[in-house]
């Protein structure tokens, strides 16, 4: 469902660490919302508990929850972290999105 790439690992364990969060027992909940300039928008934390209605997956050691609603928006995307000249931080690949803002936190299908 969500792959994980290991620059995105290795970032998402330390910030976890650093909020207080396990990476061994706690999730990545990733979801789309209304917003940003492309229309919709991704929405990355951590949780500690698994809703009802949410699928859980893992890949390369993340344990990632997705609502049902941000399901279908985000199958096959990547979450990678880059930290180039442009700015740090997660960037979403996602192969369903038609068309992206210039600082990749916002899609339209």
């Known amino acids: 469902m969500i792959k994980v790439s290991e620059q995105a690992k ?7 660490q650093a909020d207080g969060f396990d990476s ?8 789309v919302k ?3 300039c492309s ?3 991704y929405d990355l934390k951590f949780d500690k ?7 859980v997956y893992e890949d390369n050691g993340v344990k990632i929850i997705v609502d ?3 399901f279908l928006y985000l199958i096959g995307t990547t979450l990678e972290f880059s ?15 038609n068309r992206t803002c210039g600082c990749g936190e916002s899609f339209s299908l």
């Open 83 to 97: 930290g180039g000249l442009n700015g740090k931080g997660f960037v979403f690949n996602n192969p369903n999105a």
């Open 24 to 31: 061994i027992s706690d999730y990545v909940r990733v979801g």
């Open 49 to 55: 508990l698994v809703n009802s209605d949410d699928k």
């Open 68 to 70: 049902n609603k941000s």
């Open 10 to 16: 290795s970032e998402v364990r330390k910030l976890m």
């Open 39 to 41: 229309g919709l928008s």
């Open 34 to 36: 209304s917003g940003g």
